[in-house]
């Protein structure tokens, strides 16, 4: 049977530097979700400071034309709300 793969323990993602990000730029989530296909479950997920696919990450930098940074951050657990 196959081994577990690890999960961290001490740091958890943070999409603040996103919403900072599309209100720099004036952009709506609703704009994202109808021009790459990114779907509801996805925001729900990053509203949640969860995992995402990194493909889905490179295509919001890609259509933000902004850094990865500029999207997510990862953050000590005991730091978040």
């Not at 323990?9 to 989530?29: A, H, Q, V």
């Not at 930098?61 to 978040?80: A, G, H, N, R, T």
């Amino acid at each position: 049977m196959a081994k577990e793969r690890r999960k961290a323990t001490t740091i958890m993602p943070s999409y603040k530097p996103f919403e900072k990000t599309l209100i720099d730029k004036g952009i709506k989530k609703q704009e994202l979700r109808d021009n790459l296909g990114i779907s509801p479950a996805t925001f729900s997920k990053m509203n949640k400071n969860g995992y995402i696919a990194l493909d889905v990450i490179a295509v919001m930098v890609e259509y933000l034309d902004c850094d990865i940074k500029d999207v997510v951050e990862f953050v000590p657990i005991s730091k978040q709300p």
